[in-house]
C-alpha cells in the first residue's frame, strides 16, 4: 500500500538547550556540513559531469523530487573529490521560486548518504517559528518512500557559530540498522542548522539505505564511485578478482558480476565455490544471483545441472545449498529445475524452496498430481496445497493458449 494513503500531518518541536553536542546527530552534520561549506567555497564547478557522476546526480534529484517539496532543476555546478577514501560528489542549485526563503541549495553525495545543505539568512536559524515553517515547507507529506510524522530539533541557546542546531525526523518505512552498534550513517534522517562567519544553512542528513529503490546497488554504498568500481574491475585478472569474493559488504555483487560475466570455465568456475560448507549457501546465492543478473545462465547452465546433482546425494547432500539454488534460480527461465525440485519434495527433503519453486515454475498436470499425492510435514500442507492449485492453472492456461494457436 503507498505510504500516501496514511496520516499527512508533520509536526515539528523545536526546543532550546543549553547543549546541543549530546544529540545523535551532533557529530555527524557538524563535521560534514563544516566540509561542504568550506567546499562551497573553494571547489572548481563544472556544468559538464561525467556520465557516472550523472548518474549520481539524477539519483539525487529523484530523492529531492520524492522526499522534498520544492523543485530544483538542474545543478548550477557539480565537483568531485576523495575524502579518507571515500569518493564525494558536491553540486549547488540556485534558488527555487517556490521556496524564497532559501537562497541556494547543495548536496554533499557520500557513498552511504546526501547531506542536503540549504543557505538561508544568518537570523533565520535562531527562530524556532522560522524552523518549524522551514521543516513544514520543505518535507512533501506524504510521499511514496517514508511516512514523516515529527522533526524533533534542538537549538543551542548560546552557540554563533558552528552547528547551532541538531535533531532528527521520526517516520515509518526504510530499513533499520541492522546493528545497534552499527555505523548509522545510511540509516539516518537527521536535520540540523550550521552557520558560518558570513552563511547560514539548514541541514538535511538522508541516509540512503533508507531509499534502496532510488540508489543503484553498483554504485551506492561502495566507496569507488568516480569511476565506478564495475569499470574498475574490467582490467584486473581474474585470479585477482576472485580474491575480492572474500571480503563481504557491498563490493562483492559487484565483483561476482564482473567474475560471472567473463564466462568462466569449470575450473575457475569451481574455485570461486570452493568455501567451507557452512559458507557454501551464502557464496553460492552471491554467484547465482550474478549469474541471473547478467544473464549468463545459458552459459553455465551445466555447472549448474553438476551441483544440483552433486549437493542433492551422496556425502556431500546439503539441503541448504539446495535451498540456495532454487531460491535464486526461481526466475531464470534458462535453468529448470522442476524435476529436481519435485525429486527433493518425494525423497523428503524438507526444503519449503522445493515447493515455492514448483508452485512458481511447474506448468504441468503430470508434476501437480506428483506433488497433490506426495507426503509433506505438517508445516508445509498448506504451502503445497496452494502450489498444486497454482500449478494446475498455469497448466489449463498453457493448454488454452496452445489450443487457440
Known amino acids: 500500500m503507498p505510504l500516501m494513503s496514511h496520516e499527512s500531518r508533520l509536526s515539528v518541536d523545536v526546543e532550546f538547550r543549553d547543549s546541543i553536542t549530546s544529540v545523535v546527530s551532533y557529530s555527524w552534520i557538524d563535521t560534514r556540513a563544516s566540509q561542504a561549506a568550506q567546499k562551497l567555497q573553494s571547489s572548481r564547478f563544472s556544468a559538464n559531469p ?74 533565520f536559524v535562531t527562530s524556532p517559528d522560522n524552523i518549524r515553517s522551514f521543516w513544514k515547507d520543505l518535507f512533501l507529506v506524504p510521499n511514496d518512500v517514508l511516512r514523516l510524522s515529527k522533526v524533533q530539533f534542538e537549538l543551542d541557546r548560546t552557540a554563533k557559530v558552528g552547528t547551532i542546531g541538531a535533531g532528527w525526523v521520526v517516520h515509518l518505512g526504510g530499513p533499520a540498522s541492522p546493528n545497534p552498534n552499527a555505523d548509522p550513517r545510511g540509516y539516518g534522517l537527521y536535520v540540523g542548522a550550521y552557520r558560518t562567519d558570513r552563511r547560514a544553512f539548514m541541514c538535511l542528513w538522508a541516509g540512503k539505505q533508507l531509499f534502496q529503490g532510488i540508489f543503484d546497488r553498483d554504485t551506492a554504498f561502495i566507496p569507488e564511485r ?76 551445466d555447472a549448474i545441472d553438476v551441483l544440483v546433482s552433486k549437493y542433492a546425494t551422496g556425502t556431500q547432500y546439503n539441503p541448504a545449498v539446495l535451498a540456495a539454488l532454487l531460491r ?12 529436481a525440485a519435485l525429486d527433493f519434495v518425494i525423497k523428503g527433503i524438507d526444503i519449503p524452496e522445493s515447493i515455492a519453486y514448483l508452485q512458481s515454475r511447474a506448468d504441468t498436470t503430470e508434476v501437480a498430481e506428483k506433488l497433490q499425492v506426495t507426503k509433506v510435514p505438517e508445516d508445509l500442507q498448506s504451502l503445497k496445497r496452494v502450489a498444486v492449485q497454482e500449478i494446475r492453472l498455469r497448466a489449463q492456461s498453457e493448454k488454452g493458449q496452445e489450443k487457440q494457436k
Open 50 to 123: 561525467t556520465p557516472a557522476v550523472k548518474k549520481a546526480l539524477d539519483e539525487d534529484a529523484a530523492l529531492m523530487n520524492r522526499l522534498l517539496q520544492p523543485n530544483w532543476h538542474e545543478p548550477e555546478g557539480v565537483s568531485t573529490f576523495s575524502l579518507d577514501g571515500r569518493d564525494i560528489l558536491i553540486a549547488k542549485w540556485n534558488g527555487a521560486a517556490q521556496f524564497p526563503t532559501v537562497k541556494s541549495a547543495a548536496v554533499w553525495d557520500d557513498p552511504d548518504f546526501d547531506l542536503f545543505l540549504f543557505e538561508v539568512d544568518s537570523s
Open 226 to 301: 568516480f569511476p565506478p568500481l564495475k569499470d574498475r574491475l574490467k582490467e584486473m585478472p581474474t585470479s585477482l578478482l576472485m580474491t575480492k569474493l572474500e571480503t563481504p559488504g557491498p563490493r562483492a555483487p559487484v565483483v561476482a558480476d564482473e567474475l560471472v560475466s567473463r564466462d568462466l570455465p569449470p575450473k575457475e568456475f569451481n574455485a570461486i565455490l570452493s568455501v567451507p560448507a557452512d559458507k557454501l549457501p551464502d557464496r553460492l546465492t552471491l554467484v547465482l544471483r550474478a549469474i541471473a543478473e547478467t544473464h549468463r545462465a545459458a552459459q553455465y547452465k
Open 328 to 339: 535464486a534460480l526461481t526466475g531464470v527461465k534458462e535453468v529448470d529445475l522442476t524435476q
